[in-house]
């Protein structure tokens, strides 16, 4: 009997710790404006990904299967058709994103986090010092980005070498010189 009365009022205070009040509707709202740029960013990565796929194949079509002469004409076409796509779709999908949010995040936050935790996250979000920290993701890539390429460069550099030989190869392709291969982007030019 003292299993069965243990058992409910755990269960009961699981029930009472799930609810959700107006206020933590109301923190859980806050949140999610607060973090509306995130949810859009989400959105727009999802938008982008298959049209960066499409390039990229577009790209080797273009070296494969196309003449060089036409080659530009024709890359510029498909570079117009993948903006459209990304302009045409990037909104709807971000409204959209914007739109489920509630149902998908907030109620994630609902159920996983206490009213006083919801308070404390917006504390951390609004926080001058995460702002600020926030707004440096970019130079934090490009520093620890110039870094790595400088420290592995010259570890990358043959294995990239090799795999395109073996993509080449089981492709069936001619295989380029040893020294024809274009210059990398992160070399300076030979003079």
């Known amino acids: 009997m003292k ?18 009040t107006p206020a933590k509707k109301e923190l859980v709202a806050r949140i999610l404006v607060l973090q509306q740029s995130a949810i859009e960013q989400t ?18 079509a273009l070296q494969t299967r196309i003449a060089p002469e036409k ?16 302009d045409e779709v990037g909104p709807l999908v971000r409204q959209q994103a914007v739109k489920l949010a509630p149902s998908t995040i907030g109620a994630l936050l609902e159920e996983k986090f206490t ?11 609004e926080s001058p010092v995460n702002r600020k920290f926030s707004q440096m993701g970019g130079d ?3 520093a620890l ?5 400088a420290q592995t460069q010259s570890i990358v550099e043959p294995k990239v070498k090799a795999l395109e030989q073996a993509v080449v190869k089981h492709l069936g ?19």
């Open 115 to 125: 009213e006083d935790e919801l308070k404390q996250l917006i504390s951390i979000i």
């Open 145 to 149: 980005g110039e870094k790595l390429i």
């Open 173 to 191: 392709l001619p295989s380029a010189p040893p020294n024809s291969a274009p210059e990398t982007p992160n070399k300076p030019p030979k003079k």
């Open 71 to 86: 080659r530009e004409a024709i890359a510029k076409l498909v570079q117009a058709d993948l903006k459209k796509y990304v």
């Open 3 to 20: 299993k069965i009365t243990l058992l409910a009022l755990l269960l009961a205070a699981g029930i009472v710790h799930a609810q959700s």
């Open 43 to 60: 959105a727009q990565s999802l938008v982008e990904r298959p049209a960066a796929q499409m390039q990229q194949q577009a790209g080797m």
């Open 140 to 142: 934090f890539q490009k």
